[in-house]
C-alpha cells in the first residue's frame, strides 16, 4: 500500500497511530542530526522526523528536493514550541523508521511554489502545477464546473455535444483548418463556437442545450487571450431575452456562492449600451470605481477657447468626469500624461481643473468661466479635479474618457476595485462599420436577431438597428454575451444581404441553416460565457493562463510541448499536402 492517509490529512486525533503517506519532498532541514522533510502532496503537507536511531536514517540522507517517496512512522504531537498554526497538520508530525524512494528528482529549475519567470513555469508545468497555486485554480475551476452543470441539469437542460471537426461557422475571427485525407485539398474547421449547431438543436427540439464546449480562433493573440478556449454554451427554445438573463443570474449567483461563499445581488443591472458608453466610456464597465463621465457640452457653448470652439461648431461634444479628492496629487505634468493617454484613442488631448480654494488650472486663464459653471452645477467638492475633453465623434469620445478613467482608477485608487460588480449590457447596436473591409459586419453575429421594426425604419442608416444581444459583465471583463436567435430563411438571408454576403455565398456557407429554418423552427435564444474569465475572475486571477493547466504563450506556443512543429513528410503525402515556407 503506498498509503493510508493523504498529506493534509493527519490531526491531533491521529497520534499514536502508525501512518503511510507518499508524496514530494518540499523541504529538508538537518537540526543536530535530526532530519526534517517536509512531504507534499494535492492535500497539503506533513512534517516528517527522522532521527539519527531511525532505520530510515541512511535512505534520507539520499534524498533531494522533489523527490517522490513513501514513508511510514508514528504520528507524534509537536512539542508545543514547535507547532505551525499555519499549516492543518501543524499539531503533528511523523516519527519515519520506513523510507522508499520511489523516484527520484533532478535539481529544478525553480522549486515549485517559489516565482519563477512565466516562460519557465509553462516548459515545466508539472513543476509549477505541483506548486500549489495553479493547482487550487483547478480545484476551483473543477468546482465551478460543477456547479454549473448541476444548476443546469436542475433546470431541464441537455449536455449535448458538438462536432470539432466542423465547417466553419465564423463568429468573426479566423479558423483553424485540419486537413482532409479522404477528401485531398479540403479542410475542416475547428469550431470558433458551437453556435449554428446547438441552432439546429434548437430545431430539433432538444429545447434547453448546454455545453462546455471547447472553442478556437485564429486570432493574434492579444493581452490575456488562448487560441482555444472554454464556453459554457448555452441555448434555448420559446424564450424571451428576460428568460435567458434570469437564468444565467441565478446560474452566475450559484457560482459565487457554492465556490467562494459571495452573494450577488438577486436581480443584475441592466445597462443599455448606450448609457454604458456614456456613464462609464465602455460596453463593458467596470463601474467599482465610479467616477461617472458626465456631458459637459453646455458649459461650453459659449466658450471663446479655441479648440473647444472649433470642435463644438462642428457638431462636436464635450464630455469629463470627476477625479474626487485628487487635488493634491494632480499636476501639470500628470495632466500632460493624461493628454498623451488618450491621444492614442484618437482624441486631441483633455483637459483639467482643480477645486482647491477656488479653481486652480493651466488653463484657467482661458476657461475660467466655464469651469466655474461645471464646479457650481456639479456641486464640486474641495478637492476635487474634473477632466474634461472635446471631440467630434461620440463613441471616439468615449472610449478615450473611458480608458482613462479605468487607468486612474486602477492606478491611484486600486482598493476600489475590489470585490464583485456583474451587470448586463443591453441593447447593442446590430452592426459595425468594418473599415477595413468597408462593409458593415454583425457586431455579435450575423445570427443575432435585430430589432425587426429598426430593419425597416433604418434601410439607410444601418449602424442605428439594434439587436436583440447582451452582454453579461463582471468587474469590466466581458464574461459572456448572447442573444435571441432569427429563426426565419427571410430574415436571415436579409441580414446577410446587409453584411455585404452574395445569395451564393450565403447558400454556400450556411445553407444547412438556411433550409433547417424551413422544417419548423421554433424561436430560440442563447449565451456563451468564456469559463476561463469567470474562473479568473473569481479566483483574483489576472491573467486567465494561470486557471488552464497547459496554456498557450501570447505568440500561440505550448512551451510544454513545443507545439506547433513541423510534421513527417509522409503525413503532409498523405494528405496531399505540400509546404512551402516563406521566411
Ligand atoms: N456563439 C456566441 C459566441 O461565441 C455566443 C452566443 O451567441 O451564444 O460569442
Known amino acids: 500500500m503506498y498509503r493510508t492517509h493523504t498529506c493534509g490529512e493527519l490531526r491531533l486525533d491521529d497520534v499514536g497511530r502508525r501512518v503511510t503517506l507518499a508524496g514530494w519532498i518540499s523541504r529538508i532541514r538537518d537540526l543536530g542530526g535530526i532530519r526534517f522533510l517536509i512531504l507534499r502532496d494535492r492535500y497539503g503537507e506533513t512534517q516528517l ?34 507547532v505551525n498554526p499555519k499549516l492543518p497538520t501543524g499539531e503533528i508530525e511523523v516519527y519515519v523508521d520506513e523510507l522508499t524512494i520511489l523516484s527520484p528528482s533532478k535539481m529544478p529549475p525553480f522549486y515549485p511554489g517559489e516565482e519563477a519567470k512565466e516562460d519557465l513555469r509553462l516548459r515545466y508545468r508539472y513543476l509549477d502545477i505541483r506548486g500549489g497555486r495553479v493547482l487550487r485554480n483547478l480545484e476551483l475551476r473543477h468546482e465551478v464546473a460543477k456547479s454549473v452543470r448541476k444548476y443546469l441539469n436542475s433546470k431541464g437542460f441537455l449536455e449535448v455535444e458538438t462536432p470539432y471537426l466542423t465547417k466553419s461557422t465564423p463568429e468573426g475571427a479566423r479558423d483553424f483548418l485540419v486537413p482532409s485525407r479522404l477528401k485531398k485539398g479540403s479542410f475542416y474547421a475547428l469550431p470558433q463556437s458551437p453556435q449554428l449547431f446547438k441552432q439546429i438543436l434548437m430545431i ?46 441565478g446560474m452566475i449567483r450559484n457560482v459565487f456562492k457554492e465556490t467562494i461563499g459571495v452573494s450577488l445581488p438577486e436581480r443584475f443591472d441592466r445597462l443599455s449600451y448606450e448609457d454604458a458608453m456614456n456613464l462609464y466610456g465602455s460596453d463593458k464597465p467596470d463601474r467599482r470605481f465610479g467616477m461617472e463621465i458626465t456631458d459637459l457640452t453646455e458649459f461650453f457653448r459659449d466658450t471663446k477657447f479655441k479648440i473647444a470652439r472649433n470642435i463644438l461648431d462642428n457638431g462636436g461634444i464635450s464630455k469629463g468626469f470627476i477625479i474626487p479628492s485628487f487635488a493634491d496629487r494632480m499636476s501639470r505634468r500628470l495632466g500632460d500624461e493624461f493628454s498623451a493617454f488618450v491621444k492614442d484613442y484618437g482624441l486631441g488631448g483633455i483637459v483639467w481643473f482643480s477645486v ?28 476635487d479635479v474634473v477632466v474634461v475633453a472635446f471631440h467630434g465623434n461620440w463613441e471616439e469620445l468615449c472610449n478615450g474618457l473611458g480608458a482613462l478613467r479605468l487607468k486612474i482608477g486602477k492606478e491611484y485608487f486600486p482598493h476600489l476595485g475590489k470585490g464583485f460588480d456583474a451587470l448586463w449590457v443591453v441593447d447593442f447596436p446590430f452592426l459595425e462599420w468594418d473599415g477595413e473591409e468597408s462593409r458593415w459586419v454583425a457586431r455579435h453575429h450575423p445570427f443575432t436577431m435585430p430589432v425587426l421594426e429598426d430593419l425597416d425604419k433604418y434601410r439607410d442608416d444601418p449602424g442605428k438597428i439594434k439587436a436583440l444581444a447582451y452582454d453579461i459583465i463582471i468587474n469590466g471583463y466581458e464574461v459572456g454575451g448572447g442573444s435571441i436567435r432569427i429563426h426565419n430563411r427571410e430574415i436571415q438571408e436579409k441580414v446577410f444581404s446587409l453584411i455585404g454576403l452574395t445569395k451564393e455565398e450565403a447558400l454556400e456557407k450556411f445553407g444547412f441553416l438556411l433550409d433547417a429554418f424551413e422544417y419548423g423552427a421554433p424561436p430560440h435564444g442563447g449565451i456563451a460565457l468564456g469559463l476561463d474569465r469567470l474562473v479568473a475572475i473569481i479566483a483574483g486571477e489576472k491573467s486567465i493562463r494561470d486557471v488552464i493547466a497547459f496554456p498557450k504563450t501570447a505568440s500561440g506556443i505550448c512551451q510544454l510541448t513545443g507545439a506547433p512543429s513541423r510534421v513527417d513528410e509522409r503525413q503532409l503525402r498523405e494528405l496531399g499536402i505540400r509546404v512551402e515556407v516563406k521566411e
Do not use: H, W
Open 49 to 82: 522526523v527522522v532521527t539519527p536511531d531511525s532505520p530510515a536514517y541512511g535512505e534520507a540522507e539520499n534524498l533531494g528536493r522533489e523527490f517522490v517517496v513513501k514513508a511510514s512512522g508514528e504520528v507524534k504531537m509537536r512539542p508545543k514550541d514547535t
Open 204 to 249: 430539433s427540439g432538444v429545447d434547453r442545450y448546454y455545453q462546455l464546449a471547447r472553442c478556437f480562433r485564429d486570432e493574434d493573440l492579444r493581452a490575456d487571450r488562448q487560441p482555444e478556449f472554454t464556453q459554457i454554451d448555452i441555448e434555448m427554445s420559446f424564450v424571451e431575452r428576460e428568460d435567458i438573463l434570469n437564468l444565467v443570474e
Open 356 to 383: 482647491k480654494n477656488g479653481i486652480n488650472s493651466p488653463t484657467k486663464k482661458y476657461l475660467f468661466k466655464e469651469y466655474e459653471g461645471i464646479s457650481k452645477s456639479l456641486k464640486l467638492n474641495e478637492g
